[in-house]
């Protein structure tokens, strides 16, 4: 490739290997099919309850001739993987592992994944990856802010700093004032942190008088949980930064199955390591190209824990068609938020996120908001609980509610009773902030379902 027809993104900076990132669709799915059959085979061998399906679905692994036959496999949910708690659906002994990592849900078991050595490298390659999709340079201060643990965002994040050159901070979350003081002490250039956390440090720093965006922050590596462009908005204009969203789980990966590149008009899926698809949430089916549907994921290239059409929950689009970086690698549209996590309000399907893009808009609020939903009679409520932005008049927030009450009737036609109040009365997150609290089961003010604590 020529230098002048070289992706933007490869000229500024020159590094990693480009060619993998901009391999021909054609190219991409031999090399899917190829790493398919090699996963397909993985599991055939090592995993007797995978076996059993592939089996039944007619797929013997020497024998697929297209990628599309993987469809005649059932979905793995993941429930299976609680099932066959703790190891049951590894492929390697637990000798042969090199770590294992594990979320907590909202119910019973932590969901457990391990990795082999090979697994580990990988990670950090993609990881590293995405991170120089994002601008990422070696030599940079990286301030790592997730959390470092069973969480995979920390080790995720620091190796593939690391992998890339950089100069990792390994601060984890919390102790937020020491975070604001070591970011300006060490000159990092890189956030990395959740989103919610990322605007907590933004906060303080307020608070200490301290003003990041004159410091050397440049880019920001944000997720693990959806957010809003209004919400990157006041991000990027609190810290000084650009913010990137970085999007994985730890069933498929950790952080790094998915980044923004410099267009910052998606993340590229890195599709040499994972197979995606899109399906009608409700059917299965596959979804139509473009339109919104739930992303399943297929490992290509995992040892430890082949994961075959896992669905994520994770509603989406996807798309295709060609980026202006030059990488050729399909692109997921922002997590809008999980299946899970829909809320239904009288009728009107509504995600978290959807309500904060039209809170966050509002000048005069402040990204920090809670949903409560209760049952009154056959009728779910929502009433949403936000704060104003420091410095507004107190005689000014009743008006605020009614208008932001009126802002989510008219934009997406939901009904909820919004309370404003004083700055700084509701919790701040450390790691994935807990949006919801839904009362509708819970016996009296039972505590809110916390979901995949870091
Ligand atoms: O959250 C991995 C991660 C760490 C991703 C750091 C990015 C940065 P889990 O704890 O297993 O893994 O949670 C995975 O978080 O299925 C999504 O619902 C949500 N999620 C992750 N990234 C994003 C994102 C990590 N960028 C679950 N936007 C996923 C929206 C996200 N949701």
Not at 44 to 66: C, K, N, S, T
């Amino acid at each position: 490739m020529g230098v002048a027809t070289e992706p933007r993104h490869f000229a500024a900076h020159g590094m990693l290997s480009p060619a993998v990132e901009t391999l021909s669709r054609d190219e991409l799915a031999a090399l899917q099919l190829e790493r398919l059959r090699q996963t397909l085979g993985n599991a055939w061998a090592h995993v007797p309850w995978q076996r059993q399906r592939l089996e039944a679905a007619g797929l013997h692994p020497e024998a697929l001739q297209r990628l599309e036959d993987l469809q005649r496999l059932p979905f793995m949910v993941k429930g299976d993987l609680h099932e066959h708690y703790p190891f049951g659906l590894f492929a390697r002994a637990p000798a042969d592992l090199a770590r294992l990592h594990a979320s907590s849900g909202t119910t019973g078991k932590p969901t457990v994944v391990g990795y082999t050595r090979g697994d580990l490298e990988r990670w950090a390659e993609l990881m590293a990856r995405s991170m120089a999709g994002a601008g990422v340079r070696p030599g940079d201060i990286v301030h790592n802010a997730y959390g470092y643990g069973l969480f995979t965002g920390g080790l995720g994040a620091h190796a593939g700093a690391e992998r890339l050159g950089c100069v990792v901070v390994p601060v984890s979350g919390g102790g937020t004032e020491r975070q604001v003081a070591l970011l300006v002490d060490f000159g990092a250039r890189v956030l990395c942190a959740t989103p919610s956390y990322a605007l907590a440090i933004a906060e303080v720093a307020d608070s200490m008088g301290v003003n990041l965006r004159t410091s050397r922050l440049e880019v920001g590596l944000f997720g693990a949980e959806p957010w809003s462009a209004a919400m990157r908005q006041q991000i990027e204009a609190r810290l000084g930064l650009v913010a990137y969203d970085v999007y994985g789980l730890s069933e498929i990966m950790g952080p790094g199955v998915a980044c923004e590149c410099e267009c910052r008009e998606g993340l590229h899926g890195w599709e040499d390591h994972f197979l995606f698809e899109l399906i009608d949430p409700e059917t299965g089916a596959p979804a139509p190209e473009g339109a919104a549907g739930e992303l399943v994921i297929t490992t290509l290239t995992k040892e430890a824990l082949p994961m075959l059409r896992y669905r994520t929950r994770d509603i989406t689009r996807l798309t295709r068609s060609r980026c202006a970086c030059g990488r050729t690698h399909l692109r997921i549209l922002r997590v809008a938020g999980r299946n899970d996590d829909m809320l239904i309000i009288r009728g009107v399907n509504v995600y978290p996120s959807q309500i904060e893009a039209v809170l966050v808009d509002r000048p005069q609020l402040a990204p920090h908001y809670r949903l409560v939903v209760r049952r009154a009679g056959a009728l779910d409520t929502l009433a949403v609980e936000i704060e104003a932005q420091p410095g507004t008049d107190a005689a000014t927030w009743p008006l605020l509610a009614r208008e932001a009450q009126h802002h989510l009737k008219s934009m997406i036609g939901l009904s909820a009773e919004v309370a404003v109040q004083a700055p700084g009365t509701l919790p701040r997150s450390q790691g994935k902030a807990v949006r919801v609290h839904d009362l509708r089961h819970a016996a009296g003010d039972a505590a809110p379902a916390a979901k995949g604590m870091p």
